[in-house]
């Protein structure tokens, strides 16, 4: 009986200290790889040089990209840490992209909202959407609430925080349309939830933490190694009852932020941002082979709804790249040009809106 029990303890240590090992393993290798991408930036997607002709300044742009850093904000879920780089600057206060040549004596304040394509990924800090148009507006303050991954929901939710505090604002301006569906749509996210969702709940649930001492770093590499490349599931490509209840969710997450605008005095106007998988754009060039059907379900349902509604403060602008030049450095993000344009249609937009009393 001694031998045996001596026999089941031995395997069982040396089972423990076989799953220490290998989880020891892996925590070694995705802490190394964590540290070597922030050491020897690469560049995970191809710089086309069609709409990025100068591409010693697009290599620095996605180098700068792809160093910064999350950190977490209650209510809205992230923002990016403070960063200063040679193209693209984070402030330490609010962990927000900052705009050259805004200072606190312009006389009327901007505020603008939406996802990485707001914020500026793929362009320095000069050509941002927000930056053409202080380029327009000079005597506007201008601000750019935009994160990367952002829904309308986080916009709102970044915009309640700004109400509460009674800050300054004269203009809103959601710019919204390529997360959303892609966001929502997911099999692993909730109709109000964002793309984080699945990694704070697991954080939040209790769990036994020895356990997670012999196999959460396993876990984490088998499922990195198996998910790459793989999008979850969407509900949106043949459910067009899902599709339109994500695109009536946009377009309520739009309404209240224009009510909550409205609480503070500002002029408010939501944006349908424009995407390389709907209309006619120049996509020649991409070699991305996602379909972008989620986009195809969820907008005709926006417009739909728009003219139905006939509102007025939300502003189509998805055929605003139907042109021959190469605008779209993916799927989503666009060059300098693209981001011109539209800062150039929001301009139009403001000057013929009525200030508000």
Same mark, same amino acid.
């Given at each position: 009986? +001694?031998?045996?029990?001596?026999?089941?303890?031995?395997?069982?240590?040396?089972?423990?200290?076989?799953?220490?090992?290998?989880?020891?393993?892996?925590?070694?290798?995705?802490?190394?790889?964590?540290?070597?991408?922030?050491?020897?930036?690469?560049?995970?997607?191809?710089?086309?040089?069609?709409?990025?002709?100068?591409?010693?300044?697009?290599?620095?742009?996605?180098?700068?990209?792809?160093?910064?850093?999350?950190?977490?904000?209650?209510?809205?879920?992230?923002?990016?840490?403070?960063?200063?780089?040679?193209?693209? @600057?984070?402030?330490?206060?609010?962990?927000?992209?900052?705009?050259?040549?805004?200072?606190?004596?312009?006389?009327?304040?901007?505020?603008?909202?939406?996802?990485?394509?707001?914020?500026?990924?793929?362009?320095?800090?000069?050509?941002?959407?927000?930056?053409?148009?202080?380029?327009? @507006?000079?005597?506007?303050?201008?601000?750019?609430?935009?994160?990367?991954?952002?829904?309308?929901?986080?916009?709102?939710?970044?915009?309640?925080?700004?109400?509460?505090?009674?800050?300054?604002?004269?203009?809103?301006?959601?710019?919204?349309?390529?997360?959303?569906?892609?966001?929502?749509?997911?099999?692993?996210?909730?109709?109000?939830?964002?793309?984080?969702?699945? +990694?704070?709940?697991?954080?939040?649930?209790?769990?036994?933490?020895?356990?997670?001492?012999?196999?959460?770093?396993?876990?984490?590499?088998?499922?990195?190694?198996?998910?790459?490349?793989?999008?979850?599931?969407?509900?949106?490509?043949?459910?067009?009852?899902?599709? +339109?209840?994500?695109?009536?969710?946009?377009?309520?997450?739009?309404?209240?932020?224009?009510?909550?605008?409205?609480?503070?005095?500002?002029?408010?106007?939501?944006?349908?941002?424009?995407?390389?998988?709907?209309?006619?754009?120049?996509?020649?060039?991409?070699?991305?082979?996602?379909?972008?059907?989620?986009?195809?379900?969820?907008?005709? @349902?926006?417009?739909?709804?728009?003219?139905?509604?006939?509102?007025?403060?939300? @502003?189509?602008?998805?055929?605003?790249?139907?042109?021959?030049?190469?605008?779209?450095?993916?799927?989503?993000?666009?060059?300098?040009?693209?981001?011109?344009?539209?800062?150039?249609?929001?301009?139009?937009?403001?000057?013929?809106? +009525?200030?508000?009393?």
């Amino acid at each position: 009986m +001694k031998t045996i029990t001596k026999l089941i303890l031995t395997n069982v240590a040396v089972l423990l200290v076989g799953l220490l090992s290998v989880n020891f393993f892996f925590s070694i290798i995705i802490d190394g790889v964590y540290l070597y991408n922030k050491t020897f930036v690469r560049i995970g997607q191809p710089l086309y040089r069609e709409s990025l002709p100068d591409q010693e300044s697009a290599q620095q742009i996605f180098r700068e990209l792809r160093q910064l850093t999350k950190q977490y904000v209650p209510y809205m879920g992230w923002s990016r840490k403070p960063f200063s780089g040679v193209t693209t @600057h984070v402030d330490s206060q609010h962990g927000e992209r900052m705009t050259p040549h805004t200072t606190n004596r312009q006389s009327k304040n901007i505020h603008f909202f939406g996802g990485s394509t707001m914020w500026g990924s793929g362009v320095d800090d000069h050509n941002t959407i927000p930056a053409h148009f202080h380029t327009l @507006h000079p005597d506007y303050r201008v601000y750019n609430h935009a994160q990367s991954g952002f829904i309308s929901r986080q916009g709102l939710a970044r915009l309640v925080n700004l109400v509460n505090q009674s800050h300054p604002m004269d203009v809103i301006v959601f710019y919204d349309g390529c997360n959303d569906p892609l966001t929502l749509c997911r099999s692993d996210v909730s109709i109000n939830g964002h793309r984080e969702e699945s +990694k704070i709940i697991q954080k939040l649930e209790h769990g036994w933490e020895m356990p997670k001492s012999l196999w959460n770093s396993t876990q984490k590499a088998i499922q990195t190694i198996f998910k790459q490349g793989h999008r979850p599931p969407s509900r949106c490509k043949d459910n067009p009852d899902y599709a +339109k209840t994500v695109a009536t969710t946009l377009v309520n997450n739009w309404k209240i932020s224009k009510t909550v605008a409205a609480m503070n005095g500002a002029d408010f106007h939501a944006i349908l941002q424009p995407v390389a998988r709907f209309g006619k754009p120049n996509t020649s060039y991409l070699d991305e082979d996602f379909d972008g059907l989620e986009w195809n379900a969820v907008y005709p @349902h926006i417009q739909h709804i728009k003219q139905q509604e006939n509102l007025t403060w939300l @502003h189509d602008f998805s055929d605003a790249f139907d042109r021959k030049e190469p605008i779209y450095i993916d799927l989503c993000h666009v060059n300098s040009l693209g981001n011109e344009i539209i800062a150039q249609k929001i301009s139009d937009i403001i000057s013929r809106s +009525k200030p508000s009393s």
